[in-house]
């Protein structure tokens, strides 16, 4: 597998967010992640979700991080599935605030390296 053109990689918008895992239930939320559908993997590559990564710390603070060239209608193309609703629905139960995708919390960057060496728009 090629490496993205680096150009393109700063054409889209890196998103960063957090939720809460409720702390007694982190053994079955990786699980649950490993695999995660196939039909949820394509749905969210289709709907603009590119290098999407998910970091859990033992607390339950779960950080994710994704690229995309409009982070609304990557929201909203995932909330137009079914398999999505069948997920969410699944995965409500390992938060507090329930559907995941409904409580993102996005966090705004404040330092870039390759902006701040001038190597990024």
């Known amino acids: 597998m090629s490496s993205p053109d680096p150009t393109t990689r700063y054409a889209?918008?890196?998103i960063?967010?957090?939720?809460?895992?409720?702390?007694?239930?982190?053994?079955?939320y990786r699980r649950r992640?490993?695999?995660v559908w196939r039909e949820m993997l394509d749905a969210?590559?289709?709907a603009g979700w590119h290098d999407?990564?998910?970091f859990l710390r033992d607390d339950g603070l779960l950080v994710g991080v994704l690229l995309t060239d409009d982070f609304a209608a990557a929201q909203a193309a995932m909330e137009a599935t079914d398999v999505?609703?069948?997920w969410q629905a699944e995965m409500a139960?390992?938060?507090?605030?329930?559907?995941?995708?409904h409580a993102m919390q996005v966090l705004p960057e404040v330092f870039?390296?390759?902006?701040q060496l001038g190597l990024a728009p």
């Open 52 to 54: 999407y990564s998910l």
């Open 84 to 86: 999505n609703a069948r």
């Open 112 to 115: 870039n390296l390759d902006r």
């Open 33 to 35: 992640h490993s695999p």
């Open 93 to 101: 139960e390992f938060f507090e605030s329930g559907r995941p995708d």
């Open 44 to 46: 969210l590559r289709d």
């Open 16 to 28: 960063c967010f957090t939720l809460q895992v409720k702390p007694d239930r982190l053994e079955e």
């Open 12 to 14: 889209m918008h890196r």
